[in-house]
């Protein structure tokens, strides 16, 4: 499978059209679609035109970036001007965005040709992509198993082969899960760094958008295409670094490069086997580089899942009260007053695990229990941030598992919300405290199924994290070492 | 804290949604253990800790008081389930 940064260079020498990139695309969606469903929306014609111009632009000199012409795919929860935009909700299933999300924006100011809109979680809640309203993905490594969540579609069409890279958001661990469980590279930003605007709100203080690709290199080069301030997005930073592409330039060894391994992230039981020994392989290989592994405590990690429950689902119920089918949206017709009007388009338009969260989050905000639930977790929440700054204090980066186990079978997780929730333990602490973070293959299951290596590192060190995980990946090896049998 | 079927329907009025009376149990049970979990915080002493609302420091973001192009009527209206003239209808508010 050849990674965006080689397709860039195919279009750049001659060798190959972005007509000819998208037609393979589309060979491929239409071959793999049936088993994968990664795309809830493909935009073949719109995509073919816009192919066509990159050609054109390219022939009299002027590319619009190096990126012009690459194919891409975006989760469809960031807007896409003109182009259907749901959520995978029944809620939004008509629903046509009049604008583009920033990302969207920087995406064709760059050239790049965006091939559909990918399949997720319904409003980005859910850790399998089983929470769509049109139908769950498959993991591609084995179509039987889930490809992860809630950023599953654009995992499924990245490891598949229907496009080279796409885009996911990550809340509590939306890339970096579905990239540890379908073999590829997701990357959750710092807060701040991409803009959310466009970006279909769920917890407003833990979204991020963030490039899912086949290797490092490929997410630095997303990274820089995406990241920069925005006036359009209050929350996002106004002077963050950048040149992230530039930074791996010789990267080889971690000489100098400080690891902290936390204990709770490496427990007795509650990670499978097969995990443990292959992130144990990657921390000797990372010490064989010439880093420094330090043993730390982060010992509110068991807290985590808790707190990100009260915090995420308070906003998110808070954020989705707009779908209430006045200005857009499903509407349920022939209502007697506005009211019914709200609770009946939204009980039906609404999923399951959608409406479960915002009970959850309606509860926690509630008089009587504001302070021992939402408070309360904002508190925890400072502890937890807490446990990240004594790391970075003593060391540059943090290592561990991204998932306490390889892709589980669909339907396996269902009959208890809590045992989906469970899954997200490594993740989710990041969101929290805001800094940034990745997931990269670091071997195979005995089963033959992708296992995903995370590592952190402080606000606005995507240069570090990046060079870092670089160096690793070559060392590791895993990286197109082998691919799905599809 | 046991949640209660009377609780359940409050959450439901607040967070405008119907619910009948299977979903009432189901959600009666699912948030009873999902906050039975969350009850582990209350092991954790926070006298004293400031809450954290946001990941990173921000003070009052302002722009300047510029006009720019807003969306056309048209295109805000474009998804509405109703319209009348330049509005979104909608049923009986009073």
Known sequence: MKTAHQLADALASGETTSRALVESSFEAIRRLEGTLHSFITTTEAEALAAADASDARRKSGGALSPLDGVPIAIKDNICTKGVKTTCASKMLAEFVPPYDATVTTRLRERGLVCVGKTNLDEFAMGSSTEHSAFGRSSNPWNPACVPGGSSGGSAAAVAGGEVPWALGSDTGGSIRQPASLCGIVGVKPTYGLVSRYGLVAFASSLDQIGPMTLDVEDAALLLDAIAGPDHMDSTSAPKPPSGFHAALAGAKDLKGVRIARPREFFPETGVSKDVRASVDVAVEKARELGAEIIDVNMPHTEYAISTYYLVATAEASSNLARYDGAQYGFRVKGTKNVVDMFSQSRSQGLGREVKRRIMMGTHALSAGYFDAYYLKALKVRTLIKRDYDEAFAKADLIIGPTAPDVAFEAGAKSADPMAMYLCDIFTISLNLAGYCGLSMPCGFSQSGMPIGLQLFAGAFQEQKLLRSAKALESALGVVGSRYPKL | ?94
């Open chain 2, 1 to 94: 804290m046991a949640i209660t079927h009377d609780d359940v329907r409050h959450v439901a009025v607040l967070s405008r949604l119907e619910v009948t009376d299977e979903e009432v149990a189901r959600y009666t049970d699912e948030l009873t253990s999902i906050f039975g979990h969350i009850e582990q915080l209350n092991k954790l002493d926070t006298e004293g800790v400031a809450p954290t609302s946001r990941p990173l420091p921000m003070q009052n973001v302002f722009r300047a008081d510029e006009v720019r192009t807003p969306l056309t009527p048209e295109a805000a209206l474009a998804n509405a389930p109703e319209q009348l003239a330049d509005c979104f209808k909608v049923p009986q508010i009073l």
